[in-house]
């Protein structure tokens, strides 16, 4: 599928990856309707932060994932849906599971319904390496056991399955995109890359974080953006749950010690027990195969760690990105 003038639908557009898969798209050619949450400051969250000229050059519509009519009226006249609409902070979902069961499988559910009676010409469903937990063998391929670690990991599964079963009960067009740890501006605090970014150039002498030693696959957000795009235009991901990874992983303590060597040589790491998951919650490894969606798609990550860190910290330095970001606070 070519997906230059195809009529495109972005759940979660106004959120980290949602906002860069909206640029990207328009940059492509697309008509491009953005589905953003409503709330009462008429706020398009990180849609609000692109461009001008490309941001009149989307329909924004505003609703709620869990909402049937909200997602039925935004996904009336579109081809292709890519739906990234999801809770996804873990700290969060041990203290509000049931919100987790309502956006991340409800709102899946919605979106798969509407596919069905639209006839939706394909549907990009946004997984995540979570739902694999801790790795069992690596690189983690996409036939790995899924292990719910978390309350959200777990949603994520169900949320996976349910798109599974759309497929081979009613042939929805689906594809599972399976991202591992997206970073680059725009990401939320909860996220390690920004809380150690926005805590050294806030000035701060001692940066506070939890487990040092899981490991990470870094994917920056621009490759995560292109890897979306070429699972939807390849007919050959149609029914599979495809990993998007660097196939390269990085312990935290030793990204943390990065960041501070690049933004603030002198600071240092203390722990902070709030921010320690649970032992048995805790995902130790996450390394991902990438050698499906190579195969499928011809896909492949352009950006290295070092680049993409360097365009992630310019971001972050500049004063009216960094207000954004409550350094000062655990933000769960």
């Not at 990180?46 to 941001?55: E, P, Q, S, T, V």
């Not at 700290?91 to 309502?102: C, I, K």
């Not at 719910?148 to 949320?159: E, F, M």
Request: net charge negative.
């Amino acid at each position: 599928m070519n997906l230059t003038s195809k009529n495109v639908l972005i759940t979660g557009s106004d959120g980290f990856i949602g906002s860069h898969l909206t640029q990207a798209l328009i940059e492509k050619g697309c008509n491009v309707r953005a589905f953003v949450y409503y709330n009462s400051f008429s706020s398009w969250g990180w849609l609000d932060n692109i461009d001008k000229d490309k941001l009149s050059q989307i329909e924004v519509v505003a609703g709620d994932i869990r909402d049937r009519g909200s997602v039925a009226k935004a996904m009336e006249g579109i081809d292709v849906v890519f739906h990234l609409a999801a809770l996804i902070g873990i700290p969060y979902s041990y203290d509000s599971p049931e919100s987790y069961v309502g956006t991340n499988i409800t709102g899946t559910l919605n979106v798969l319904e509407e596919a069905k009676r639209l006839g939706t010409e394909r549907v990009i469903v946004t997984s995540t390496s979570e739902v694999y937990g801790t790795a069992q063998y690596v690189p983690i391929d996409e036939k790995h056991p899924f292990q719910g670690q978390s309350p959200y990991s777990a949603t994520k599964i169900g949320a996976d399955r349910m798109a599974e079963s759309y497929y081979r009960s009613f042939e929805i067009p689906v594809t599972i995109a399976r991202p591992f740890n997206t970073y680059g501006p725009r990401q939320s605090a909860r996220a390690i890359i920004p809380t150690i970014i926005s805590q050294l150039c806030n000035g701060s002498d001692e940066i506070s974080l939890g487990s040092l030693t899981p490991t990470r696959d870094l994917v920056y957000v621009k490759d995560t953006a292109q890897g979306f795009i070429s699972l939807a235009e390849s007919d050959n991901t149609i029914g599979e749950e495809i990993n998007i990874a660097t196939q390269d992983e990085i312990p935290i303590g030793e990204l943390a010690q990065k960041l501070i060597n690049a933004i603030r040589p002198s600071a240092k790491i203390i722990s902070d027990e709030q921010r320690i998951r649970p032992q048995k919650s805790e995902v130790e490894r996450l390394l991902g195969s990438n050698e499906k969606i190579k195969s499928l798609t011809g896909w492949k990550p352009k950006w290295s760690l070092d680049d993409g860190l360097e365009a992630t910290i310019d971001w972050f330095k500049k004063p009216a990105n960094l207000a954004a970001y409550k350094s000062d606070i655990y933000n769960v």
